[in-house]
Structure formats: structure tokens, C-alpha cells
């Protein structure tokens, strides 16, 4: 669990590709502070395993379904990443709960600087769109965001200066790809309540249902 609070941008040292899958290095420098093996660290939003580190850099292991899921398949030498180890029990939660399960892709579709802030608007599809919800959360490449604008085709967020230095939102381009994790509590609320409206429909309205509802 992470809180989309990104704490350093690391750098792709090597991908070494597989069929589907990937291995890459990343360079750091926070993140491994404190880092075992094993230890979750959200890259671009995207919750990754630990499994080789040493002073400067860990690699991690990226199966299929994530290569397909997110933007790592696109990452090269050199590019940056957004970078945040997992929340500690008792850690102050200054962004939202994130999974580091990404639900989808956007495209970077527009930038546009309001005084101190930069719009970035994000094109996406009516699966993910539809959980996003004005002024509630979202993740974009790991980084908790507020949704300031949302239509049935794009949603917009502002990016304060200090979001702009820390994160690498603002160094990527119109056409850019980024991870998208919606808000958990929409997701959980409407397989809550799709799975009640099937067992009623399958249920049907007898005697019995009269019954345990009240009405008789």
C-alpha cells in the first residue's frame, strides 16, 4: 500500500527484456535507505518486488499482464521514474490509499500553465473514466492527484510548483503515456452493489423475498 506521495525520481539503468515479461535496474538513492529484499516499491504507480539491490540501484522483476497493464513496456535507458517505498504503520497519509494495481493507461492530451500551476489534461477510456469522480483521487504514474475537471472523455488535474519539481508529470509530452490507478472505494462500491443486483435478479421476487425485506 502506498499513499501516491513520491518521495525521489529514480533513473533506468538497464531493461533486459524477456519474451513478455522484463527485468529492469533502477538507480536511487532514498528508496534504499532502508531496503530489503522482498520490499514493495511503487515505479510509476506500479507495485514492483524487490529482488537484487546494492548502494545505488535495485532491479525488479515486471511479469506480462503489468508490461501489458501499465507504461514500463515503454521505458529506455536513461528515462525517469517516480519512485515511493510502501507505507509504514504509523506514516502520516498525506496523499490516498493506492494499490500500486494500475487499472489502465492515459494520454497526456494538453499542457497549460494558470500562474503557478499546470494543467495537464489526460484522455482516457469510459472504463476508467468512469470511476473517476471531480475533486476525488487519483494516481497518475504514482502521484495522488486531486480530479479538477472530468467529462466522458478527458479529466484534468493542476500541478502545484512543488509536484512539478518533485515528479516527472511535468518532463513528459503531449502523446505520453502514463499509469492510471483509480480510487479503490469506487471499484469496491460497484462490485458490492453489481453483485447484489445479480443475486436479487437471480433471487427474484417471491413470498419469501417479501419476507426478509419487510414487506410482509
Given at each position: 500500500?502506498?499513499?501516491?506521495?513520491?518521495?525521489?525520481?529514480?533513473?533506468?539503468?538497464?531493461?533486459?527484456?524477456?519474451?513478455k515479461s522484463?527485468?529492469?535496474?533502477?538507480?536511487?538513492?532514498?528508496?534504499?535507505?532502508?531496503?530489503?529484499?522482498?520490499?514493495?516499491?511503487?515505479?510509476?504507480?506500479?507495485?514492483?518486488?524487490?529482488?537484487?539491490?546494492?548502494?545505488?540501484?535495485?532491479?525488479?522483476?515486471?511479469?506480462?499482464?503489468?508490461?501489458?497493464?501499465?507504461?514500463?513496456?515503454?521505458?529506455?535507458?536513461?528515462?525517469?521514474?517516480?519512485?515511493?517505498?510502501?507505507?509504514?504503520?504509523?506514516?502520516?497519509?498525506?496523499?490516498?490509499?493506492?494499490?500500486?494495481?494500475?487499472?489502465?493507461?492515459?494520454?497526456?492530451?494538453?499542457?497549460?500553465?494558470?500562474?503557478?500551476?499546470?494543467?495537464?489534461?489526460?484522455?482516457?477510456?469510459?472504463?476508467?473514466?468512469?470511476?473517476?469522480?471531480?475533486?476525488?483521487?487519483?494516481?497518475?504514474?504514482?502521484v495522488s492527484?486531486?480530479?479538477?475537471?472530468?467529462?466522458?472523455?478527458?479529466?484534468?488535474?493542476?500541478?502545484?510548483?512543488?509536484?512539478?519539481?518533485?515528479?516527472?508529470?511535468?518532463?513528459?509530452?503531449?502523446?505520453?503515456?502514463?499509469?492510471?490507478?483509480?480510487?479503490?472505494?469506487?471499484?469496491?462500491i460497484e462490485?458490492?452493489?453489481?453483485?447484489?443486483?445479480?443475486?436479487?435478479?437471480?433471487?427474484?421476487?417471491?413470498?419469501?423475498?417479501?419476507?426478509?425485506?419487510?414487506?410482509?
Open positions: 500500500m502506498f499513499t501516491g506521495i513520491i518521495e525521489e525520481i529514480g533513473t533506468i539503468n538497464t531493461i533486459i527484456m524477456g519474451i522484463a527485468k529492469i535496474q533502477i538507480n536511487a538513492s532514498k528508496v534504499l535507505e532502508d531496503v530489503k529484499l522482498g520490499d514493495s516499491i511503487s515505479t510509476n504507480g506500479v507495485c514492483l518486488t524487490v529482488t537484487e539491490f546494492n548502494n545505488i540501484s535495485f532491479i525488479v522483476d515486471v511479469m506480462a499482464e503489468t508490461m501489458r497493464r501499465s507504461n514500463l513496456g515503454n521505458l529506455q535507458k536513461g528515462d525517469k521514474v517516480n519512485l515511493e517505498r510502501a507505507l509504514a504503520v504509523g506514516d502520516r497519509l498525506g496523499g490516498h490509499l493506492v494499490s500500486g494495481h494500475i487499472d489502465g493507461i492515459g494520454t497526456i492530451k494538453e499542457f497549460k500553465r494558470e500562474d503557478n500551476a499546470i494543467w495537464i489534461s489526460i484522455e482516457s477510456s469510459q472504463e476508467i473514466l468512469k470511476y473517476i469522480v471531480l475533486k476525488g483521487s487519483i494516481a497518475i504514474d504514482g492527484l486531486t480530479v479538477a475537471y472530468v467529462d466522458d472523455k478527458v479529466f484534468k488535474v493542476s500541478i502545484i510548483p512543488h509536484t512539478q519539481d518533485e515528479t516527472t508529470l511535468i518532463k513528459k509530452n503531449v502523446g505520453s503515456k502514463v499509469n492510471l490507478e483509480c480510487d479503490m472505494i469506487g471499484k469496491y462490485k458490492f452493489l453489481g453483485n447484489k443486483e445479480t443475486s436479487l435478479y437471480k433471487k427474484g421476487i417471491d413470498e419469501n423475498f417479501l419476507k426478509e425485506n419487510g414487506f410482509l
